[in-house]
């Protein structure tokens, strides 16, 4: 796991991108890796990886399978109960599948007016009953490939619009991982859209304190030490002392191996 000792958006987002491949590599589960890190990079209610079908165009697609964290049971379920509702258009997905076949980073409104997206009933009946309101994607899709994904950031309801930095650091991270991408899908693409629960709640862990749970958490999301500490409103050095209680408790004695056994599913 990268170890960038830095608070800025850029060394954050290449950290996440360091922590995916390395994670791919291990053969563990880079997309919950991924999914927290943009849940945690753009302080978003949702963050998301989106395996999508690019091969066969349907008037009304769906995902193929969702792996998201930030939601509550409800509104995980909520959300996703519109993939079984036949009358919910998703015309950000659609338009999204009609464009060039490569790889962009978009904001809902760069897709979908508002016009256009308020008040039609996939907003209404679910995505706003998940407390979710404006998203930032990157989008992957490989000139010839028959699937791709997209990275998604998703502000809760009634949060500001996405800025033009934001946009620029998601950039970053669709421009780091695209020469991972065809790798990524090619190795685990799930067969069905079945969301993720989160990694902690999968594998049977120690019994962790708040705080080497938070460092825990941080650690899987790509930050180094330095920024959970200024998160925890600690000094570096206790920290650090925490991290080797937590690589203890865990019974590991690497960073890329406590990632890898925290999001190992039973």
Known sequence: MPNLNTHSPERAALSLVGAVGETAAAGQDWRQVLALG???????????????????????????????????????AALWSYVHDPDAFDPFLSNILAGPRSNRVVTRRDVVADDNWYGIPLVEDYIRKAGLDDLLVGVFIPEGAKSGFMTVAHRALGERSFTSVEAETMRLIQHGLSGWSRLLIDRSAPPSMTPARDPLARFPMPRLSPRLRQLLEG??????????????????????????????AMEVKSRAELVAKALRAR
């Open 219 to 248: 650690f899987i999301a790509g930050k180094s030490e330095r920024q959970v500490a200024d998160e925890m409103g600690l000094s570096r050095h206790t920290v650090h002392m925490h991290a080797k209680r937590l690589y203890k």
């Open 38 to 76: 943009l849940q945690s990079l753009f302080n978003v209610k949702m963050g998301a990886l989106v395996d999508i079908d690019s091969a066969h165009a349907t008037p009304n697609p769906r995902p193929r399978h969702v792996t998201e964290v930030g939601l509550t049971e409800g509104e995980r």
